[in-house]
């Protein structure tokens, strides 16, 4: 066949044209796609953020700048129809999640796609046990943890203040809601053990003591002084308020909690492991999934934590065997030297920490925050320690606050410095935030990484705190030991079924003798099983993450760019995390 000149000038463009209309609607639909990806999360975020009021002023400084609508002020519900309603909303999500191709999803977007839908996933599976869960608790329990979120709620504005004081005025509602909740599991034959339901009496009795001087009677006023424009008059107003709604509010909600819960106390049918309950196993593994963000099974878990015990016992074994004296005086002059050369003020020690880390960290812009102490009163209940972190849009709104019932010093104050600072959760948080992630994945907790990272950079800190060598090795070594025996607990408890005498032959092993420090073990681990597993299976997963990345890059591995992809990542399950910093 013949063709004119150009004839064939067209039929050789036609496959040009063709490309181009190609790339064009390719063009078009990754647009469109990520665009309406984008819209669905930003629309999750906005709705979820304002169903409780709390999670919104500790998110976000001005909702108003997101265009968000918080008149409506709530701290949530246990009620069961509220419990399995957010359920279905999950659900809801998840099914919209399968119309986006995620192959069509921009690297940012596929991430946060890959993390949404194992979240999901994760809770969904949770769905048959939402009466396994336990709110309350003696020291990690929403009555002990609450008045620290209230005392800590700051005030930009009027309007702060107002729903300050509403929610004081709803807290009797939402402890109710509590209770029922409780009712609803004593029941079904699942309330607390004796034992955990005293550790809450005892808790809200402490709060009860501290009529005059409670702390949110102490904090409220130097809260006010930084509203501007409020009259005397209007902060007098406000002061009576608060007084009005702690007297009325406040600890009527608290002895009504107590009464409640010692009304149902005797209805404890277990005071033993999650596995005595019906389906108890297949719950303690899900809630390990959970709050470890580790989907290995239960077994290969515990076989994992017997390993790191191995070895971390072979490594002490090594040190006295190269230096007999150091170990035989733990207590000795040397050791009091290493402690001694720490800064004692806490602020000193994190200006040092931040400056010691920068060869093995990427660097952080300047930050701000504070250091405050736990009320007397809540001290017995309390963590040696512990971060409240910024909102979105103020990154240098930081708190740490300091137990002074614990009386670390020396090295203990360092690494524990170190994993609620730099470059623990607070270094970790803002550097995160710092990368760019979506506001959705604030509305996700995944402690598995959070406090495996903070306990993965503590284990690290002795030796920025410490020039011997042996004696920070001998520091970290006991601080794994001291997570990893508790986490090989937690499993036996929890999973195996040991009793209490089963407890103490297990720590008698470790050479930790005496029937009150196997009920001290024992009783933790009852009132919060995997919490352990959080900070020390996280940690593992680092621990292995880094040993694989080493493996892969060779001589071209360097630590500091290892925790740079790490925490652009940002908090994750371990599966997404070692797909982003492996193969990403």
């Given at each position: 066949m013949h063709f004119s000149l150009k004839n064939r000038r067209t039929f050789l463009l036609l496959p040009v044209f063709i490309t181009a209309l190609i790339f064009l609607f390719c063009s078009a639909f990754y647009y469109k796609t990520n665009a309406s990806f984008t819209a669905f999360t930003d629309a999750m975020f906005r709705e979820e953020i304002t169903k409780n009021t709390l999670n919104l002023h500790y998110t976000l400084q001005d909702p108003a700048n997101l265009s968000i609508d918080c008149d409506t002020v709530t701290l949530g519900s246990f009620l069961q129809e509220d419990l399995n309603k957010s359920c279905d909303i999950l659900d809801a999500y998840s099914k919209k999640m399968e119309t986006f191709p995620a192959y069509w999803l921009s690297s940012r977007n596929r991430l946060t796609y890959d993390i949404l839908k194992s979240y999901f996933q994760t809770q969904m599976q949770g769905r048959d046990y939402l009466l396994y869960e336990e709110p309350l608790g003696a020291s990690l329990g929403t009555q002990a943890q609450l008045p620290i979120l209230l005392a800590e709620y700051s005030f930009s504005s009027a309007k702060d203040v107002r729903d300050y004081l509403k929610l004081l005025a709803k807290l009797p509602a939402y402890y109710d809601s509590i209770l029922q909740f409780e009712r609803a599991k004593s029941a079904a034959g699942l309330f607390m053990s004796a034992k955990n339901a005293d550790g809450i009496l005892n808790q809200c009795q402490a709060f009860l003591d501290t009529k005059e001087d409670n702390i949110l009677l102490t904090t409220f006023a130097s809260r006010l002084e930084k509203v501007k424009d409020l009259s005397e008059k209007e902060k007098q107003f406000y002061q009576?308020?608060?007084?009005?709604?702690?007297?009325?509010?406040v600890f009527p909600a608290y002895q009504s909690l107590a009464s409640g819960i010692l009304a149902l106390k005797d209805s404890s049918k277990n005071d033993l492991g999650l596995c005595y309950?019906?389906?108890?196993?297949n719950y303690y593994a899900q809630l390990v999934r959970d709050t470890t963000g580790c989907f290995d099974d239960i077994e290969t878990i515990f076989k994992r934590i017997q390993k790191q015990l191995t070895d971390d016992?072979?490594?002490l074994r090594e040190i006295a065997r190269n230096?007999?004296?150091?170990?035989?005086?733990?207590?000795?002059?040397?050791?009091?030297?290493?402690s001694d050369s720490v800064p004692s003020d806490p602020k000193q020690i994190l200006l040092e920490l931040s400056?010691?880390?920068?060869?093995?960290?990427?660097?952080?812009?300047?930050?701000?925050?504070?250091?405050?102490?736990v009320e007397p009163a809540l001290q017995n209940y309390l963590s040696p320690a512990f971060y409240l972190t910024a909102p979105l849009d103020n990154r240098n709104r930081n708190v740490i606050y300091i137990n002074p019932k614990v009386g670390y010093e020396g090295l203990d104050l360092y690494s524990t410095l170190a994993h609620e600072g730099y470059p623990g959760h607070l270094y970790q948080t803002i550097y995160s935030a710092d990368s760019g992630y979506q506001p959705v994945r604030s509305l996700l907790n995944f402690g598995?990484?959070?406090?495996?990272?903070?306990t993965y950079v503590e284990m690290q800190s002795f030796a920025y705190g410490c020039r011997n060598a042996d004696i920070a090795a001998i520091y970290r070594l006991n601080r794994s030991l001291n997570l990893g025996i508790s986490s090989f607990l937690d499993i036996l408890i929890h999973y195996y079924g040991y009793d209490r005498?089963?407890?103490?032959?297990?720590l008698s092993r470790f050479g930790l003798n005496g029937e009150d420090t196997a009920d001290s073990f024992f009783d933790l681990i009852l009132e919060a099983p995997a919490n352990y597993l959080k900070y020390y299976v996280g940690y593992l997963c680092f621990e292995d993450l880094k040993r694989a990345a080493t493996e892969k890059e060779g001589s071209s591995f360097s630590l500091k760019n290892f925790h740079k992809k790490?925490?652009?990542?940002?908090?994750?399950p371990f599966p997404v995390l070692y797909q982003e910093v492996l193969h990403g």
């Open positions: 009576s308020q608060n007084t009005i709604l702690i007297r009325n509010c309950l019906p389906d108890g196993k016992i072979h490594t230096n007999p004296q150091l170990l035989e005086d733990s207590g000795s002059e040397t050791f009091q030297l290493a400056q010691k880390i920068s060869e093995d960290f990427p660097a952080l812009s300047s930050v701000s925050y504070e250091i405050k102490y598995g990484y959070v406090e495996g990272w903070a005498s089963q407890t103490a032959d297990v790490i925490l652009e990542t940002g908090p994750c």
